[in-house]
């Protein structure tokens, strides 16, 4: 790997050519604002339509759970020549609340020896790029362009052409000027990025795949039942994404799409009560076609998956039933959680699982949407929830009607600000999230709307009878 020289040229704004010193402002030197690419890049298709992240994207850029301090470990982002074929791009993004002049360049890791000629496009402008390993430099000033609204801007860095054995390795994107606030460094609500002081202590992993987002539901005493309908708009199921519709204490049911054109699924996780104390969830019983194992990727417990092929631009619906155990009209001290999903054809028995040292109905519920796969955090998705009850203990129903929106730590300690919730024109909760969206709502935000009135139309003895409990089907 070369050295990077302390000597930087200056080059004609847009293009860069070996021998031109003359008429250019700035220098690269001046570039002094650094944003990695280890966690603020990805790998993207050249089809602006698309929404699917090629598949060689972790071999260019890493997600790592590797030492996150490790530079030699995750050097920059590669665009290597035996995918040539393939067309794709690398995209580096960052959010500025200023406008102006902007000032590019790009700092390299690594050139192999040879020339390659790139494409590099922000803001509507498209610039040439020509990187050799007869360079003294490591460092290229691109070009300036115009940011006319504060948001993200994204860089595109596409492969063209190289004589090389593989394209250079880049590892930081540089900027200045007016739109970045001529700043030199990560300023709080005004510059976002995961700067390279940040990249030390946080694992890659996370920051890519970007922030989750929640509404957290009020939930009355007694609740024995919570019903939540689920509706994902075209386009916006993307792979790798989780739409968690009915989770609680203990517990969460939601739906995955799983690969492009590939089965998808409903899920349900409870989680053991307390390993050390030997307080270990038990499946009871699941249903036809659903497959039940024992999990500890995050915490223990029992998963059950129902592979469903569920539709965007649908309505489906999930029911959790929480409820204290009886035997013999004595409390066992334990609790039992029911799930069903109601798809296209009707209602589906998922499983009932036994959580021992706790007797309780139905808390903490809430919904939330979340990416797992890192590489896909530069793609929006979202999910809205049209219709939520409550049942209690008494076989009341209550209308949902107001929700109070959180983010997780990705979100809370400002490395990313793409992530929002709200209430459609429609009347439906939603959330929106990933993707480098221009969103942001706040931590806390309460948000209501207005309800039908309708209750459910539920015939909860037949599912009973569908989970095959032996409870009374009096009530």
Not at 237 to 264: H, N, S
Request: hydrophobic share 35%; proline share 5%.
């Amino acid at each position: 790997m070369k050295k990077v020289s302390s000597l930087f040229r200056t080059l004609v704004c847009g293009t860069l050519l070996a021998g031109a010193l003359a008429g250019c402002k700035p220098s690269v030197q001046e570039l002094s604002l650094e944003i990695p690419f280890k966690c603020n890049a990805y790998v993207t298709p050249l089809d602006s339509a698309s929404k699917v992240t090629p598949a060689f994207a972790n071999n260019i850029i890493a997600n790592g759970y590797s030492l996150p301090n490790d530079a030699e470990m995750i050097p920059g982002a590669w665009l290597p020549s035996y995918q040539q074929e393939v067309a794709h791009q690398v995209s580096v993004y960052f959010y500025t609340a200023f406008t102006g002049k902007l000032q590019l360049g790009l700092r390299a890791a690594d050139v192999p020896q040879g020339e390659s000629v790139l494409k590099v496009k922000c803001c509507g402008e498209s610039f040439t790029l020509k990187v050799s390993d007869a360079d003294a430099e490591m460092s290229y000033y691109i070009g300036e362009v115009d940011v006319k609204t504060p948001g993200h801007v994204r860089v595109d860095i596409e492969p063209v052409s190289t004589t090389a054995a593989s394209y250079p390795a880049f590892s930081h994107l540089l900027a200045a000027g007016e739109g970045v606030g001529n700043l030199t460094a990560k300023t709080s609500e005004k510059l976002v990025f995961v700067s390279e002081e940040d990249v030390k202590n946080q694992v890659p992993h996370f920051i890519r795949r970007g922030p989750s987002c929640h509404f957290n539901w009020h939930t009355p005493e007694n609740t024995e039942y919570f019903y939540n309908e689920v509706f994902v708009p075209v386009g916006e199921d993307v792979t790798g994404a989780y739409f968690m519709l009915t989770g609680g204490d203990g517990f969460y049911m939601g739906i995955q799409p799983i690969e492009k054109g590939k089965t998808r699924m409903a899920l349900f996780s409870v989680w053991d009560t307390d390993t050390e104390k030997g307080l270990i969830a038990e499946l009871v019983r699941s249903g036809e076609g659903v497959k039940s194992n024992a999990y500890s990727h995050e915490g223990s417990g029992v998963q059950n998956f129902f592979r469903y092929d569920w539709e965007a631009g649908r309505t489906y619906a999930t029911l959790v039933r929480v409820r204290p155990e009886y035997k013999n009209g004595k409390a066992t001290g334990a609790s039992l959680y029911t799930g069903w999903f109601r798809g296209d054809e009707g209602w589906v028995f998922l499983a009932e699982i036994r959580r021992p040292g706790i007797q309780t109905y139905y808390k903490g519920a809430y919904s939330f949407s979340e990416n797992f796969k890192p590489e896909n955090g530069w793609i929006p998705q979202s999910v809205q929830f049209p219709s939520q009850w409550m049942r209690d203990k008494d076989g009341n129903w209550n209308e949902l009607l107001k929700g109070t929106f959180t983010c997780d730590g990705t979100g809370r300690d400002e490395f990313r600000r793409d992530f929002s919730g709200g209430v459609t024109a429609e009347g439906n909760f939603y959330l929106r999230n990933i993707g480098y969206i221009n969103e942001c709502t706040a931590y806390g935000t309460q948000f209501e709307r207005k309800g039908n009135g309708k209750a459910p139309e539920i015939d909860l003895k037949a599912l009973i009878q569908l989970a095959g409990s032996t409870d009374d089907l009096s009530k």
